[in-house]
């Protein structure tokens, strides 16, 4: 039983099959690429490719397969016509997000190990439904007694739990909001020790293990929920300090595979 910390890494995200790949030259040889193979060999992702075509599906006379092809010197080659930063590409995706035309981005998906973060965490995160997919550490099945193989339950600790303020004085004792936190989880420890000892099954024996209980999970979402999530739980916006953490750390790891991306979760975001 230790005190855990957050880990969330980007374990998959949405890339272009080499047929389609193929279609805009973007595996042929320096000399055999087209103006569009050149542009995304330096720096149009999979990401905007998928998300352009979905886009121009919309209005285009073009064929969805076809759009990067026929469109993406455009988009991609030229800057943005708004005046704003970026390509046209940037530009068409900004009017998309302003005009809350967002179903275009759920094609692109974002799969993340998110590690040691609370159950009070995860009750939270599960709310977002629509767009996500869950598939968290069980503790029906993963035995979370001292002597078990997970060596008992980990958990997070609240940062407003740690510090050096006195939480409770007396003539015989004080006690930090550190030590109060740590006795409870020690006790919970034992508590579900004890009952399984008893011959309670672990399903019912976890009954005793508290929010601060720590979990894993793989979590799938698309970019037009995670946008809406970010607005709704990032940092300044009234939300826990912890599930205010994980929206932070999963947007680092989107705008570093999918940098265009970021304008959105800087500001567009509330609009989504």
Known sequence: MVETKMN????AHTMITEK???SFGLNESETELTDVGELFRNGATDGQAVALSAIRTCYSPNKPSEIVAKEGAKYFGSSASDGGTGTDADRLFRQIVASKHTSTLEHLTFTFAIEGVSRALLA??????A???????????VRMGSGDRSGGFDYVVPESVTGDKTAVESADYDLTADDIF???MKHAQESYDLLRKAGVPAEDARAVLPQAASTN??????????????AKRRKGNGAQAEIADLAESLRQEVTEVEPWTAQFFEGVSASV
């Open 131 to 141: 767009g996500f997919s869950f598939s968290v550490q069980s503790q029906r099945y």
């Open 217 to 230: 999970l793989v979590m799938t979402v698309n970019l037009r929920a995670l946008l809406d999530f970010y």
């Open 20 to 22: 389609f790949a193929k």
């Open 182 to 184: 740590d006795d409870a």
């Open 8 to 11: 969330v890494q980007l374990l």
């Open 124 to 129: 939270q995160l599960t709310r977002h439904r």
